[in-house]
Nanobody, 122 residues
Framework: DVQLVESGGGSVQVGGSLRLSCVASGDTMGRYCLGWFRQISDKEREGVAGIESDGSTSYADSVKGRFTISQDSAKNTLYLQMHSLKPEDTAMYYC?????????????????WGQGTQVTVS
């Protein structure tokens, strides 16, 4: 099993940038399909970006052109670079991993989750 720990969240002004990190342990991250999700209160988790085991990436329409998902295999770390942040990007951000196949944005496919890191844009 893989364990995931996010960091990098914080408070930022509108238009600012943040980079979230998700460090994996217990297994090689490259074996998994990986994703970043966000959640506001008790609303459903929303897929933000995903990266497949072949390196292909996908993004929610709301973040295309502003967010970039990437991974560093040597560091076993997943990143989410966020630019031009908006108030509506405020949420708890989670990284997740699965080997189940299916749509990258379907949170029910993901088996492993981090504890989350809060992003607040104001």
């Amino acid at each position: 099993d893989v364990q995931l720990v996010e960091s990098g969240g914080g408070s930022v002004q509108v238009g600012g940038s943040l980079r979230l990190s998700c460090v994996a342990s217990g297994d090689t991250m490259g074996r998994y399909c990986l994703g970043w999700f966000r959640q506001i209160s008790d609303k459903e988790r929303e897929g933000v970006a995903g990266i497949e085991s072949d390196g292909s990436t996908s993004y929610a329409d709301s973040v295309k052109g502003r967010f970039t998902i990437s991974q560093d295999s040597a560091k076993n770390t997943l990143y989410l670079q966020m630019h031009s942040l908006k108030p509506e990007d405020t949420a708890m951000y989670y990284c997740a991993a699965h080997v189940n196949g299916g749509t990258w944005s379907d949170h029910t496919k993901y088996t492993y989750w981090g504890q989350g890191t809060q992003v607040t844009v104001s």
